[in-house]
């Protein structure tokens, strides 16, 4: 017998009411193990002192050696300020720590990437640009996380500029980078192509703006694009854009080269015909409503990507005529979820010593992501690989790290076959710890209920 809607809103619900509970008697997620041997006390004159001061001398006759000695070349900074975090908004840095330590699980299990939270007490943009300039040595790449508009973008251009390290927000390129990857499949699922699409983007913060520039420069057309945001429709005569040109340039650029047709109103004006909704929005549901699928083109596709709700329930996308829903939830099919490309991401950057991760390589990598899913498997219900599919990172890091060298930004170079082999060792070597610590009672067990 199918489920009831009420039974699915009901378990969907289940994991919030599980993480408080689990997340205090685990004390957090995550932790700082050893990786070298310790056979005893003496050992520390080797790794401490008076030893360690051989490899910083060495270091400091030739800077390239800290990835020698160090962890450096395989750990980097997750920075926030907090202010925009999940569905739950401007929160601050202690309330964002939680989900700066499962940002960091996630680098970890599924790319072998020790990532290190940073929640900086702070909202001034320049003060956070100057904080990640500061602590850059010490990390091989640095995550910017839940960071609010237009901020965002200022923190980004402004590292990307001037850091010794590559520098992504994952927020922006992430998600524009593995809803690329989602997109390619769908509209091979119902038989449309990127350049003939006409695409409905539901909000106009971090998440679509920098979607809108990668799928742009992977083929959709940008005319062909209707942006929404709580206001209306993006076109030339939104006035109030317009007034805020100089604190929202990126807002306005999407006013005068979208939206061809310039329509006007609001979303359900942009999705009037639309095959394509990418909505970044608001937690829902009921932000979008059934009537204004039911107007789109024929086999639509969907995606209602808000959190932790999305925007339309999928179940109600598809009774109002959706061909394929994908949300950013893990219990539902279709998920788009970041963690699909960063791992894997920087796995590869930081294997060829990227100095930077440009949307040419964000192109391969959802290029790569895409390619995850063979044709034989790919349907409705099945655009994107799940994350229990672990090589997953491995072949998004071989992608990535052939754009690098190909784009000349890899300071080492390493066949596309070694780079896979290696993170794959290294995702390996991950998973196989976390369950031996599981079974020897070092990591709690979890009881449901």
């Given at each position: 017998m199918a489920a009831s809607k009420a039974d699915l809103v009901a378990k969907a619900q289940q994991p919030a009411l599980q993480a408080r509970r689990l997340h205090a008697l685990c004390r957090g997620k995550i932790q700082i193990m050893p990786k070298c041997p310790i056979r005893g006390l003496d050992d520390f004159a080797i790794w401490y002192t008076p030893g360690v001061a051989e490899p910083c001398r060495a270091i400091v006759k030739d800077p390239d050696l800290v990835f020698e000695y160090t962890n450096k070349g395989n750990s980097i900074a997750i920075v926030t300020d907090g202010s925009r975090v999940l569905g739950l908004g401007d929160i601050g840095p202690r309330a964002a720590l939680p989900v700066m330590e499962g940002k960091a699980l996630l680098f970890k299990y599924l790319g072998g990437v020790d990532a290190v939270p940073l929640c900086l007490n702070t909202h001034d943009t320049h003060e956070i640009v100057r904080s990640v300039q500061l602590l850059a040595p010490a990390f091989g790449g640095i995550n910017l996380e839940d960071i609010a508009q237009p901020k965002c973008f200022r923190v980004l251009g402004a590292l990307q500029a001037d850091c010794p390290v590559p520098v992504w927000h994952d927020d922006q390129q992430g998600t524009a980078a593995v809803v690329l990857a989602g997109l390619i499949n769908a509209l091979k699922v119902v038989g449309k192509t990127l350049p003939q699409v006409r695409v409905a983007m539901i909000g106009a913060g971090a998440a679509n703006v920098s979607t809108?520039?990668?799928?742009?420069?992977?083929?959709?057309?940008?005319?062909?694009?209707?942006?929404?945001?709580?206001?209306?429709?993006?076109?030339?005569?939104?006035?109030?854009?317009?007034?805020?040109?100089?604190?929202?340039?990126?807002?306005?650029?999407?006013?005068?080269?979208?939206?061809?047709?310039?329509?006007?109103?609001?979303?359900?004006?942009?999705?009037?015909?639309?095959?394509?909704?990418?909505?970044?929005?608001?937690?829902?549901?009921?932000?979008?409503?059934?009537?204004?699928?039911?107007?789109?083109?024929?086999?639509?596709?969907?995606?209602?990507?808000?959190?932790?709700?999305?925007?339309?329930?999928?179940?109600?996308?598809?009774?109002?005529?959706?061909?394929?829903?994908?949300?950013?939830?893990?219990?539902?099919?279709?998920?788009?979820?970041?963690?699909?490309?960063?791992?894997?991401?920087?796995?590869?950057?930081?294997?060829?010593?990227?100095?930077?991760?440009?949307?040419?390589?964000?192109?391969?990598?959802?290029?790569?992501?895409?390619?995850?899913?063979?044709?034989?498997?790919?349907?409705?219900?099945?655009?994107?690989?799940?994350?229990?599919?672990?090589?997953?990172?491995?072949?998004?890091?071989?992608?990535?790290?052939?754009?690098?060298?190909?784009?000349?930004?890899?300071?080492?170079?390493?066949?596309?076959?070694?780079?896979?082999?290696?993170?794959?060792?290294?995702?390996?070597?991950?998973?196989?710890?976390?369950?031996?610590?599981?079974?020897?009672?070092?990591?709690?067990?979890?009881?449901?209920?």
């Open positions: 809108y520039r990668l799928l742009t420069r992977a083929g959709l057309v940008k005319e062909a694009i209707v942006v929404c945001d709580s206001k209306g429709t993006l076109h030339p005569g939104r006035r109030d854009i317009a007034t805020e040109m100089r604190e929202y340039p990126e807002k306005w650029q999407l006013c005068t080269e979208s939206n061809g047709e310039r329509i006007a109103g609001g979303a359900a004006e942009a999705l009037r015909g639309a095959d394509v909704c990418l909505a970044f929005s608001r937690s829902g549901p009921g932000v979008i409503q059934p009537e204004w699928i039911r107007s789109m083109a024929k086999s639509a596709v969907v995606f209602a990507c808000a959190n932790p709700v999305p925007e339309i329930w999928p179940w109600d996308a598809k009774e109002a005529g959706a061909a394929i829903v994908a949300t950013g939830r893990s219990d539902f099919a279709n998920q788009v979820n970041n963690a699909l490309c960063f791992p894997g991401i920087f796995r590869g950057v930081l294997d060829v010593r990227a100095t930077s991760i440009t949307d040419g390589m964000a192109i391969a990598a959802a290029q790569a992501l895409a390619a995850c899913v063979k044709d034989a498997d790919l349907n409705a219900e099945r655009i994107l690989p799940s994350l229990d599919e672990w090589q997953v990172a491995a072949r998004v890091a071989a992608a990535t790290a052939a754009a690098a060298q190909s784009e000349g930004l890899a300071q080492l170079l390493r066949a596309p076959e070694g780079i896979y082999e290696g993170a794959l060792r290294l995702i390996n070597e991950t998973r196989e710890a976390a369950a031996a610590l599981m079974a020897g009672g070092w990591i709690p067990a979890l009881q449901q209920g």
